[in-house]
């Protein structure tokens, strides 16, 4: 004997197509205004449309490009449910990453992947994200957003970034320049960012009620662990690209990410010649470094050599330049907003970041 199908739709599996719809009409307005006038067409395509016409009078154009995420501070941000900003923070970690060749950021995708969609929240998410690319001058051209009944958990979420930049050939800028002699600049850090979250979770976060988490702390300042562990990652790539095309005699750039300032300075280094970094002495460091990285060092109990190895240490981006250079590029760097500091030299080595 022969019996129907159970009928099942989409939504009963656990997807709801009209949230989706709602939630891309929820973040129409904040993505239209990250448009360049290179964009063509807007949401709602198969693909998106950059023009290049507006490059061809480079010698060499080359595009750039960049991925990444944003890691174990969303599992942060979904205990104290905070969501506005964790959008910047990708956007940060992926066109910061590709200035320090001397890339200007042009267009910016999203992937967010959600176990239950729901449109309010999903906006506040995007909105993030349209936020840093306004920051950095990039435009938000598209993204996907992707529900996972049965593989997340309803209120978990994900985030990747994709960003695409441009840089002529003979402006770009990179080891190649770097020589013995060099000045190292720092520009600081609003704070942890967006790497070390695994070690500021364990050291943190653990263990404390979410009212503990919203608590002032003498120790930083006044500010709450909520606060400190949620403050955006600075976003560095719009100021640089305006300096650079100001003019700014810029060498080299390291973005401090994941590594901390051991495993990233290194990389805008050649092989013959190695970063000394000043990270002072018996008085404190040499520059400023925010409340909430030393809380965690403490707290997790670090060695100076694993903590510059972890975290930035108060350096979101190093700036390598010719010590005659020095104050010209400090005044293009003002300018932009940036206070930027003397963090070390460059001598004779074999590539690596070294400290006194």
């Known amino acids: 004997m022969e019996t129907q199908p159970r009928h099942i739709t989409y939504a009963d599996a656990g997807v709801d197509v009209d949230e989706g719809a709602r939630a891309v009409d929820a973040i129409k307005a904040a993505v239209k205004e990250t448009n360049r006038p290179e964009v063509i067409g807007g949401l709602g395509g198969f693909g998106s449309c950059f023009s290049m016409k507006g490059f061809k009078d480079m010698e060499d154009p080359v595009l750039v490009s960049g991925t990444d995420g944003v890691g174990t501070k969303l599992a942060i941000a979904q205990l104290l449910d905070r969501h506005e900003t964790v959008g910047e923070d990708l956007v940060a970690m992926c066109v910061d990453d590709v200035v320090p060749i001397g890339a ?12 239950k969609l729901r449109a309010e929240h999903v906006a506040k998410i995007v909105k993030g994200i349209a936020n840093g690319c306004k920051k950095s001058g990039c435009a938000l051209v598209g993204g996907e957003m992707a529900e996972h009944p049965g593989v997340m958990n309803p209120d978990d979420y994900d985030l990747a970034g994709f960003v695409v930049g441009v840089v ?20 600081p850090s609003s704070g942890i960012h967006s790497n070390g979250y695994s070690l500021v979770r364990k050291v943190a976060i653990e263990g404390k009620t979410v009212e503990e988490l919203e608590t002032p702390l003498p120790e930083l300042g006044g ?30 750039m390291a973005h401090i990410t994941g590594g901390g300032i051991t495993e990233n300075l290194n990389r805008a280094l050649p092989a013959d010649v190695d970063a000394v970094v000043d990270r002072g002495g018996a008085d404190g460091p040499a520059w400023d470094v925010p409340p909430i990285i030393d809380y965690c060092v403490k707290a997790a109990g670090l060695t100076p050599d694993e903590a510059y190895k972890t975290f930035n240490m108060g350096v979101g981006m190093s700036i ?19 206070a930027p500091f003397v963090m070390g030299e460059c001598v004779k080595g074999e590539g690596k970041v070294t400290y006194r």
């Not at 200007?104 to 176990?115: K, N, Q, R, S, T």
């Not at 390598?320 to 940036?338: R, Y």
């Open 104 to 115: 200007e950021p042009l267009f910016f995708l999203d992937y967010v992947a959600i176990g």
């Open 168 to 187: 002529d050939r003979p402006k770009m800028i990179g080891p190649h320049l770097v020589h013995e002699g060099d000045v190292i600049l720092g520009l």
């Open 223 to 252: 500010e709450s662990l909520a606060d400190a562990v949620m403050r955006p990652t600075t976003i560095y790539a719009g100021g640089l690209v305006a300096a650079l095309k100001a003019g700014a005699p810029i060498h080299a």
């Open 320 to 338: 390598i330049c010719d010590p005659n250079d020095v104050d010209e590029v400090c005044e293009d760097l003002v300018a932009q907003g940036f």
